[in-house]
Each structure stands twice: as C-alpha cells, then as structure tokens.
Nanobody, 120 residues
Framework: QVQLVESGGGLVQAGGSLRLSCAASGTGFIINAMAWYRQAPGKQRELVAHITKGSTNYADSVKGRFTISRDNAKNTVYLQMNTLKQEDTAVYYC???????????????WGQGTQVTVSS
C-alpha cells in the first residue's frame, strides 16, 4: 500500500508564491508518473501539471507560473507556484501512477488534498 502525503498549502496574497510537496511512502513500488490536480468550489477537479521521467505538461492557465519537479530518490513531487492569482484558489491534490513490483499491477493513488487560498 502506498500513501501520498501533501504539504505546503496555505494563504497567500495575489502575486505571491507557494511550494507544494507530495511524498509517496510504502514499500515495493515504482513511481511511473506524478501529477497535481486542483478543485475549486463548485467546479470539477482539473489537471494542473503532470510529470513523467522525461517530460512535463501544464494546464494553459498555469503555464509560465507553475513548475512541477520530482526528486526520485525521495519519491517526492513538488509544485512551485509563482505569481499566484485569486483564481488559483482551490484544494490541490497529488496523484501518482504507481507500479507494484510484487505483482506488477499498476495503481493510481490520491493524496488527501491541501488548501491553497489566494487573497486580493
């Protein structure tokens, strides 16, 4: 069983920055890809950024402002968020596409979510 634990959310003024972290813990797994999603009140959950071993992808709304990165040795993914806007306010969720090395099953995991609030 794999657990994803997020940290780094909070309250920030528009134009400010925050850095989210998500650490995967457990045994016997390989991380294939990781991503950050967000869900604002009354809206559907949306993909913010995605990272594999060789590539990154971003939602158009965050390109140039957010950067996703990963530390493979620590099984951790980060989301550096700069020039934050009020419309970035949401609960941010970490997602991981993971392979179980015991049975080679591929599973998808979610973190518990961390609130990001951007004030004017």
């Amino acid at each position: 069983q794999v657990q994803l634990v997020e940290s780094g959310g909070g309250l920030v003024q528009a134009g400010g920055s925050l850095r989210l972290s998500c650490a995967a813990s457990g045994t016997g797994f390989i991380i294939n890809a990781m991503a950050w999603y967000r869900q604002a009140p009354g809206k559907q959950r949306e993909l913010v950024a995605h990272i594999t071993k060789g590539s990154t992808n971003y939602a158009d709304s965050v390109k140039g402002r957010f950067t996703i990165s990963r530390d493979n040795a620590k099984n951790t993914v980060y989301l550096q968020m700069n020039t934050l806007k009020q419309e970035d306010t949401a609960v941010y969720y970490c997602n991981a596409d993971i392979i179980d090395v015991v049975n080679w099953n591929r599973n998808n995991y979610w973190g518990q979510g961390t609130q990001v609030t951007v004030s004017s």
